[in-house]
């Protein structure tokens, strides 16, 4: 188990890096947004219940929200207040969707590790080997 701050950001970054952050060599995805349960290396399961998964979206979610509200008002100031606000309203709702949908993955595999970094994740009492 990870003791220093180092360490433990490593972990973090192989989970972002969508590794196992037990092995750190087995695919956390198999499909765009399909997680595999277990680590194919080593076996740890990534989400003991189905309710883990809201840790990476709220991950997701708050850095998408943040960089998005900030950016919104960091341009509106850069563009001298523009009256219309349309176009930046529209700038920063697309940008945070697609940014909501490219960061999920990371975002999920941040959460699995921090999940290992806090509890530990194992194997399957009942699997083999
Ligand atoms: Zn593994």
């Known amino acids: 188990m990870p003791q220093t701050t180092s360490e433990q950001l490593h972990k ?21 947004f399909q997680m595999n349960p277990t680590c194919l ?14 840790g990476g979206m709220m ?17 509106y100031f850069a563009l001298g207040s523009p009256a219309d606000m349309t176009p930046l309203i529209i700038f920063w709702l697309v940008f945070d969707i697609l940014f909501v949908l490219g ?20 194997k399957d009492e009942d699997s083999a080997a």
């Open 41 to 54: 290396v080593c076996g740890v399961r990534f989400e003991r219940s189905s309710g883990e998964s809201l």
């Open 103 to 122: 960061f999920y993955r990371p975002a999920r595999g941040m959460w699995v590790a921090i999940t290992y970094l806090t509890s530990g994740l194992r």
């Open 59 to 75: 991950v997701n979610l708050v850095v998408a929200e943040l960089l998005t509200i900030v950016g919104f008002f960091a341009s």
């Open 12 to 32: 973090i970054l192989i989970g972002a890096k969508l590794r196992c952050p037990n092995c750190e060599q087995g695919r956390m995805f198999s499909g765009l």
